[in-house]
């Protein structure tokens, strides 16, 4: 059925720019007094009361605010306003369509939004101009970074399973209704598989005719969102797919800067409305809100524009949410599958390939499991999400035995790298490691990478988060790690204990970058000045340590001495021979081996026995309690153990 003044095809588009908001306002005007008198005529010929007024009354049963004074707003002559909530409109035309007796055919409440959109007045930076595509031209959601489902023997379903709406859904839909008004913000908060990003592609059809959306990933996230947020324009879809790789860019001002942007969008009444859908997983949501120190705060633009925007998306379905999905997959061989085999209500990852994705993680060959190791280890330590094929290769053999790397015929790399890349078995999810195509415009001979599956990355971090880190990961992470990526390594590095990793790693960041903060405190705490000479730190000493110890093991004890000299045996009494013939002592100063000079143990990035303040506060004060105790007994006790004990 057409509603009256619309064709099938919905409203013309004026030939005038000039009159485009008068004409539109009158075909709307029509349209609604057609209904309006056929409405009244059923009415009086019943007997039954068919004021505006009644009709607003029953107009707000139906969950929306009206009144008789907003409608004859709407339908005057002379000067008629148009209606900005297209839901006010749509409840009044099911009450009179009532009243009247007719029935509301397919896409006619689609007719009423294009009726309502043509109706508003245009603004300076209208949706025409603006930045982004009619939401009608984002008809594929796997462009907008949607999960795939599983394969269904049915060659004939859509490409997404029938969806089923669940407590979070409630939630977001308030949020987007309230888009036409005012300005929002909605950022979907789960792991990996949890349908995020799917249940913002379904919260797209609740926002009328004449939206826009826009999708930054070019040249890079951060800096494509960066430069393309003041070109956003009203009733825009600012759509932030993984929002951490916007807002968390480690060395760097660009995450806070958008974050900045994107407040100042929020806030700007000129520019709204907009609505910023977002997804981000629990551990990187606690990164960006989470308070770091009065002196040192990241990421506080970030937490400002996020506090009040979550929306929880549990892992699992509830009960009565299984039972409507059993309901809804009687048409969907896929969710039918899902509901029947997955565990403890995993629908989403059962859809997403995770259970075949566990499949081949748990079968793979031992140079197979090595790749797949390799690249959750180095996702772990903070590496991005495009992985080197040179780096997985230099990495794979830390993972294998002696015997298992023996046993190795020629060609175990291709053939290793078909299995972790082959999408046949994953049932339509991705593989474990899909190769990422060459960006159109860089070179042919560029370096090949793969990225790694979210549910494998997940579940993979937390199998692994006990296992040491490989020498040999280290080592290909030296060399075949992005400039992006050092500091995150360091930081990682440094917290493992491995300073001489840690090192070359900000080394590498202070070289790409000279103004990536870690890497300058980093360097600032190796170069100091005294007595209007300049100290520099050297690694050799730790590097040579390194080469001789396993990654990851305890660090044993070392000599008193910088020069390599075993200590004094325990109980001696006798002060490290470092130690000066003064009242108060002093650090012990840096010889030889490391090529710091005279250099205190502050100032040496090379650890050994004063490797911490807290070992040399422990030794002076026991220094300091021996000498200038008053107790007669103090002189004829044997010096302490402990103290000794903790150099």
């Not at 407040?263 to 997804?279: F, I, S, Y």
């Not at 400002?304 to 009565?320: K, N």
Request: proline share 9%.
């Amino acid at each position: 059925m057409t509603v009256a003044g619309i064709g099938s095809d919905g409203l013309q588009a004026p030939e005038d720019g000039v009159g485009e908001a008068r004409k539109g306002l009158l075909a709307f005007q029509e349209a609604l007094r057609s209904l309006e008198a056929q409405a009244v005529a059923a009415r009086k010929a019943a007997g039954s009361p068919c004021s505006r007024r009644e009709a607003a009354r029953e107009a707000c049963r139906l969950g929306v605010r009206l009144d008789d004074r907003r409608i004859g707003d709407w339908l005057r002559r002379e000067d008629g306003r148009a209606p900005r909530d297209a839901d006010q409109v749509w409840a009044l035309v099911q009450v009179w369509r009532a009243w009247a007796g007719l029935t509301s055919g397919p896409g006619e409440r689609r007719q009423w939004n294009d009726l309502v959109e043509a109706a508003r007045p245009p603004r300076g930076d209208g949706a025409a101009g603006g930045i982004g595509l009619p939401l009608r031209a984002w008809s594929d959601p796997l462009v907008l970074e949607v999960h795939p489902a599983i394969e269904s023997p049915d060659g004939a379903l859509p490409v997404l399973p029938a969806y089923v709406p669940r407590r979070h859904d409630a939630v977001l839909e308030r949020v987007v209704r309230g888009a036409p008004d005012a300005s929002a913000m909605a950022v979907l908060v789960g792991e990996a598989a949890t349908g995020k990003s799917r249940a913002c592609w379904e919260a797209l059809r609740m926002l009328p005719a004449g939206w826009r959306l826009w999708h930054p990933i070019a040249p890079s996230r951060p800096l494509a969102a960066f430069n393309g947020i003041p070109l956003v324009g009203p009733r825009t879809v600012v759509w932030l797919n993984d929002i951490q790789y916007y807002l968390l860019t480690p060395g760097k001002e660009l995450g806070e800067q958008v974050a900045a942007e994107l407040r100042a969008l929020l806030r700007d009444p000129e520019r709204g409305p907009v609505l910023v859908l977002g997804t981000i997983w629990p551990r990187y949501w606690a990164t960006l809100t989470g308070y770091a120190s009065p002196h040192e705060d990241p990421h506080a633009q970030a937490r400002v524009l996020l506090t009040g925007t979550d929306i929880a998306i549990p892992t699992t379905f509830a009960p009565p949410e299984l039972d409507r999905a059993r309901s809804v997959a009687a048409d969907d061989a896929r969710l039918l599958e899902a509901v029947d085999h997955a565990e403890s209500g995993h629908l989403t990852q059962y859809l997403a390939g995770g259970p075949a994705l566990q499949t081949i993680y748990r079968t793979a060959s031992p140079a197979s499991r090595a790749l797949m190791d390799a690249a959750i280890d180095a996702r772990r330590l903070g590496h991005g999400q495009l992985l080197p094929r040179r780096l997985l290769l230099d990495a794979a053999p830390g993972y294998m035995t002696p015997p298992q790397r023996e046993m190795l015929e020629e060609g175990w790399q291709e053939e290793a790298f078909a299995y972790v890349t082959d999408h046949r078995p994953c049932r339509g999810a991705r593989a474990p490691l899909t190769p990422v195509r060459s960006v159109p415009g860089k070179e042919d001979g560029a370096e090949p990478c793969y990225r790694l599956a979210d549910y494998l990355e997940q579940a993979g971090q937390a199998l692994r988060r006990t296992f040491a880190v490989p020498k040999e990961l280290w080592d290909a992470l030296l060399v075949h790690a992005r400039s992006s990526d050092l500091i995150r390594l360091g930081r990682q590095a440094q917290e493992r204990g491995l300073y001489g990793y840690a090192l070359r790693f900000y080394n590498g960041a202070f070289a790409a970058d000279p103004g990536a903060t870690d890497a300058v405190l980093w360097r600032a705490s190796c170069t100091r000045p005294r007595n209007g000479s300049t100290w520099r730190c050297t690694a050799t000493g730790m590097q040579r340590r390194e080469a001789t110890s396993t990654p990851g093991r305890k660090r044993p004890r070392c000599c008193g001495r910088r020069d390599g000299s075993r200590k004094r045996p325990r109980g001696s009494g006798a002060p490290p021979p470092t130690e000066p013939s003064t009242r108060r002592s002093r650090p012990p100063t840096c010889s030889g081996s490391t090529g710091c000079g005279t250099r205190p143990w502050r100032a040496c990035a090379a650890p050994r026995a004063w490797e911490s303040p807290r070992r040399w506060r422990a030794w002076e004060r026991s220094r300091w309690t021996r000498r200038t105790s008053t107790r007669p007994s103090s002189i004829f006790r044997r010096p302490p153990k402990q103290a000794t004990r903790s150099l």
